[in-house]
């Protein structure tokens, strides 16, 4: 994804607009900070005492509810916590009765007025948790979902930790999946790919964090059928992705936090959502090794016809349907096949 995208232009002006109405607002602050007392006829202004966090807590926690902005305390919570340095929102608990200065509060209402706009907030606070893993976030790389932990916790109850083993991850955005197998299963490398070169330096630059860029190797490709040149006759122990499944037709219906500054290049999954899943099969069909894995998350209706497609074509690719698991939401979310 270009810098230059729609997303990111979109992001880009609500980013100026944000700042111009925040500076109008810092302009009057001062005054709003003061009270006036005694007689008739005398003004004796009196400063306020601090803010704390718990009134700015509460008092951003209604704002967000006046304006339907979704999770308002998930949101509230993360942005003071991020503001104060802490080391994760629980801790936010512990600090309630504690002055801001006027910087912190400044940065506050700054990030807060971020969310207004409907920006997601792990970009707001740059960063989010992934199981046990801290990751950095940038717009508009796809931000890794909860049931993503779950397909990542489904591959490693079937790994073996003590064999070595080279697995590809197919669009690997912030590079949760990657990094969490890596860390997970010392004796596994990976090759990742995406579309996106922002995606591909933020996938390299948390593999550093995470201290497992030694043994991922990152490629910008766009899939359609086959894998980049350098990997002709690679062949993997595992395949995983999670893929752009949403029907193009409904990329219009989603939330804004998604449609505005997510790349939707990770999102669109062509006229039945079905474009890129299959070109997957495809690759899986060429790359997998004998009795090798391919895991993938799909939207809720799409296991039955994944199942149906193997029916009829997996003979010929050499691939098998072997289940389809739940999410914690109880959608049938993900779909396990195995090679020949």
């Given at each position: ?85 802490l080391p994760g929102p629980g801790e936010l608990g512990n ?246």
């Open positions: 994804m270009l810098l230059s995208s729609p997303s990111t232009r979109v992001a880009a002006r609500l980013g100026v607009t944000l700042l111009s109405r925040l500076q109008a607002r810092r302009h009057i602050d001062p005054s709003s900070r003061c009270c006036y007392s005694g007689n008739a006829g005398s003004v004796a202004p009196q400063t306020l005492l601090p803010a704390t966090v718990r009134g700015t807590q509460e008092r951003w926690m209604k704002r967000f509810e006046s304006e339907s902005i979704p999770e308002p305390e998930t949101s509230i919570t993360n942005i003071i916590a991020h503001v104060l340095e600090h309630q009765n504690s002055s801001l200065s006027d910087a912190q509060m400044a940065k506050i209402e700054e990030l807060c007025e971020c969310r207004l706009a409907r920006m997601p907030i792990q970009y707001i606070i740059r960063e989010w948790d992934f199981r046990d893993l801290t990751l950095k976030m940038i717009p508009p790389v796809f931000i890794p979902r909860p049931e993503t932990e779950e397909l990542v916790e489904l591959i490693l109850q079937q790994m073996d930790n003590e064999e070595e083993t080279l697995f590809l991850e197919i669009g690997c955005g912030t590079g949760a999946i990657s990094l969490s197998l890596l860390k997970h299963a010392p004796k596994a490398s990976a090759i990742a790919l995406d579309q996106s070169r922002i995606a591909c330096e933020l996938t390299r630059e948390n593999a550093e964090t995470v201290g497992v860029q030694e043994r991922l190797r990152i490629f910008k490709h766009k899939l359609v059928d086959n894998l980049p040149a350098e990997l002709n006759g690679q062949q993997f122990d595992l395949i995983v992705s999670n893929p752009p499944y949403v029907p193009s037709v409904l990329l219009p219906t989603l939330d804004p936090e998604v449609k505005i500054y997510e790349d939707l290049r990770a999102l669109d999954g062509g006229n039945d959502g079905l474009t890129v899943i299959k070109a997957i099969l495809r690759i899986a069909s060429r790359h997998l090794a004998k009795d090798g894995v391919l895991w993938l998350e799909v939207d809720s209706t799409h296991p039955p016809i994944i199942e149906e497609f193997l029916t009829k074509h997996g003979d010929l690719m050499g691939l098998r349907f072997m289940a389809s698991y739940k999410d914690l939401f109880q959608k049938d979310r993900f779909v396990e096949i195995v090679k020949q």
